[in-house]
Protein backbone atom coordinates (compact mmCIF):
# COMPACT_ATOMS: atom_id res chain seq x y z
CA UNK A 1 0.00 0.00 0.00
CA UNK A 2 1.28 3.52 -1.05
CA UNK A 3 -0.19 6.76 0.25
CA UNK A 4 0.60 9.92 -1.59
CA UNK A 5 -0.07 13.52 -0.49
CA UNK A 6 -0.23 16.59 -2.42
CA UNK A 7 0.46 19.92 -1.16
CA UNK A 8 1.93 23.23 -3.08
CA UNK A 9 -1.36 24.37 -4.92
CA UNK A 10 -3.13 27.77 -4.63
CA UNK A 11 -4.27 30.83 -6.62
CA UNK A 12 -1.67 32.22 -9.11
CA UNK A 13 -2.23 34.74 -11.93
CA UNK A 14 -1.90 33.31 -15.50
CA UNK A 15 2.13 33.74 -16.66
CA UNK A 16 3.44 33.01 -12.89
CA UNK A 17 4.70 29.96 -11.63
CA UNK A 18 3.51 27.17 -9.25
CA UNK A 19 5.07 24.27 -7.54
CA UNK A 20 3.47 20.37 -6.17
CA UNK A 21 4.76 18.04 -4.54
CA UNK A 22 3.52 14.77 -3.91
CA UNK A 23 4.92 12.96 -0.66
CA UNK A 24 4.71 8.92 -0.67
CA UNK A 25 4.49 6.58 2.65
CA UNK A 26 4.26 2.70 2.69
CA UNK A 27 6.30 0.48 0.32
CA UNK A 28 9.69 1.47 -1.11
CA UNK A 29 8.67 4.59 -3.22
CA UNK A 30 11.45 3.74 -5.64
CA UNK A 31 9.23 0.71 -6.98
CA UNK A 32 6.54 2.62 -8.65
CA UNK A 33 5.78 4.58 -11.80
CA UNK A 34 4.28 8.47 -10.90
CA UNK A 35 2.19 10.60 -12.41
CA UNK A 36 0.03 13.94 -12.37
CA UNK A 37 -3.61 13.85 -13.37
CA UNK A 38 -6.09 17.06 -13.27
CA UNK A 39 -9.48 17.50 -13.50
CA UNK A 40 -11.34 20.52 -14.26
CA UNK A 41 -15.10 21.36 -13.15
CA UNK A 42 -17.16 19.00 -15.11
CA UNK A 43 -14.72 17.55 -17.35
CA UNK A 44 -13.05 14.04 -16.54
CA UNK A 45 -9.13 13.59 -14.89
CA UNK A 46 -6.91 14.03 -17.56
CA UNK A 47 -3.24 12.83 -17.59
CA UNK A 48 -0.44 15.70 -17.29
CA UNK A 49 2.67 14.16 -16.89
CA UNK A 50 4.51 10.85 -15.70
CA UNK A 51 7.92 9.94 -14.87
CA UNK A 52 9.21 6.27 -14.87
CA UNK A 53 10.59 4.08 -11.74
CA UNK A 54 13.48 3.16 -12.96
CA UNK A 55 15.24 5.61 -15.78
CA UNK A 56 13.01 8.20 -14.94
CA UNK A 57 12.26 8.87 -18.64
CA UNK A 58 9.35 11.54 -19.00
CA UNK A 59 6.29 12.28 -20.83
CA UNK A 60 3.77 15.17 -21.00
CA UNK A 61 0.20 15.88 -22.59
CA UNK A 62 0.88 18.00 -25.53
CA UNK A 63 -1.08 21.41 -23.63
CA UNK A 64 1.62 21.16 -20.79
CA UNK A 65 5.19 20.33 -22.93
CA UNK A 66 7.42 22.94 -22.45
CA UNK A 67 5.58 24.43 -19.62
CA UNK A 68 5.40 21.64 -16.90
CA UNK A 69 8.18 19.52 -15.71
CA UNK A 70 8.22 16.29 -13.41
CA UNK A 71 10.72 14.83 -11.14
CA UNK A 72 11.11 12.46 -8.28
CA UNK A 73 13.01 12.53 -5.55
CA UNK A 74 13.59 8.34 -4.77
CA UNK A 75 15.69 9.44 -1.01
CA UNK A 76 12.67 11.88 -0.10
CA UNK A 77 9.67 9.71 -1.79
CA UNK A 78 8.40 12.60 -3.28
CA UNK A 79 7.75 13.40 -7.03
CA UNK A 80 7.41 17.04 -8.06
CA UNK A 81 5.72 19.37 -10.65
CA UNK A 82 6.94 22.41 -11.47
CA UNK A 83 4.53 24.52 -13.54
CA UNK A 84 5.44 27.69 -15.32
CA UNK A 85 3.63 29.96 -17.85
CA UNK A 86 0.32 28.82 -16.33
CA UNK A 87 -2.77 29.64 -18.27
CA UNK A 88 -6.64 29.95 -16.88
CA UNK A 89 -7.20 26.66 -18.36
CA UNK A 90 -4.49 24.81 -16.21
CA UNK A 91 -7.22 25.79 -13.60
CA UNK A 92 -8.12 22.29 -11.73
CA UNK A 93 -7.48 19.79 -9.08
CA UNK A 94 -4.25 17.71 -9.34
CA UNK A 95 -3.74 14.22 -8.76
CA UNK A 96 -0.80 12.09 -7.63
CA UNK A 97 -0.66 8.76 -8.93
CA UNK A 98 1.26 5.77 -8.76
CA UNK A 99 1.55 2.57 -10.06
CA UNK A 100 3.57 -0.40 -10.19
CA UNK A 101 3.97 -2.68 -12.83
CA UNK A 102 2.29 0.08 -15.67
CA UNK A 103 0.13 -0.78 -18.68
CA UNK A 104 -0.37 2.88 -20.37
CA UNK A 105 1.22 5.68 -18.72
CA UNK A 106 -1.26 8.32 -19.66
CA UNK A 107 -4.65 6.29 -18.31
CA UNK A 108 -6.49 6.73 -15.75
CA UNK A 109 -6.74 2.89 -14.98
CA UNK A 110 -2.95 2.31 -14.98
CA UNK A 111 -2.79 3.73 -11.35
CA UNK A 112 -3.87 1.36 -8.53
CA UNK A 113 -3.22 4.77 -6.01
CA UNK A 114 -4.38 8.32 -6.17
CA UNK A 115 -3.34 11.33 -3.65
CA UNK A 116 -6.72 13.29 -2.41
CA UNK A 117 -6.12 16.10 -4.93
CA UNK A 118 -4.80 19.74 -4.49
CA UNK A 119 -6.83 22.89 -5.74
CA UNK A 120 -4.47 24.83 -8.49
CA UNK A 121 -6.43 28.13 -9.49
CA UNK A 122 -5.13 30.81 -12.18
CA UNK A 123 -6.73 33.71 -12.98
CA UNK A 124 -6.83 35.73 -16.07
Known amino acids: QVQLVESGGGLVQAGGSLSLSCAAS????????TAWFRQAPGKGREFVAHISRIVGATFYADSVKGRFTISRDNAKNTVYLQMTSLKPGDTAVYYC?????????????????WGQGIQVTVSS
Open 97 to 113: AAAGRLALYSAVDSYDY
Open 26 to 33: GRAFSNFN
